[in-house]
């Protein structure tokens, strides 16, 4: 099964937001960029939209398309459509109990994420 997910790349000031998956959760343990599953009938926009307001608080004004990653953990297979988000309201936060940090954009390379993301890991780092 599929599972489709939108992402953000949340970037303020060359730092870009990143959050802890807790131990539970799939690929647990690793550094990610927020978001979640699209709803049925949901665009990735509106699920980016939903989702960074629930999981971090924010209200997204502007977010540009970036980059769409197909990856198959064995366990599950997922598309992960990514979203840079320029403009948003609000204070970004861990309102999951989740543990978050601004980071350099230079300084991801030191964290780790699952495979699917590491395309754009590197992808930014380039930039």
């Keep these: 099964m599929l ?3 939108a992402a953000g790349i949340i970037l303020r000031d060359q730092s870009v937001f990143i959050a802890l998956r807790k131990a539970s959760q ?3 343990d690793l550094w990610e960029f927020p978001g979640g599953k699209c709803e049925p009938d949901e665009s990735p926009a509106d699920a980016l939209a939903r989702e960074l307001y629930e999981e971090c608080g924010i209200v997204v004004r502007q977010a540009n398309f970036f ?4 990856h198959d953990y064995g366990d599950k297979q997922v598309e992960l459509i990514f979203f840079v988000v320029t403009q948003f309201d609000g204070e970004a936060r861990g309102k999951e109990g989740q543990e978050v940090r601004w980071v350099s954009i230079a300084d991801l390379a030191d964290y780790s994420f699952p495979e699917a993301n ?3 890991v590197r992808a930014l780092l380039d930039q």
Excluded at 67 to 70: A, G, H, L, V
């Design 67 to 70: 980059q769409t990653i197909s």
């Design 3 to 5: 599972v489709r997910v």
């Design 26 to 28: 799939h690929q647990g």
């Design 118 to 120: 590491k395309v754009i």
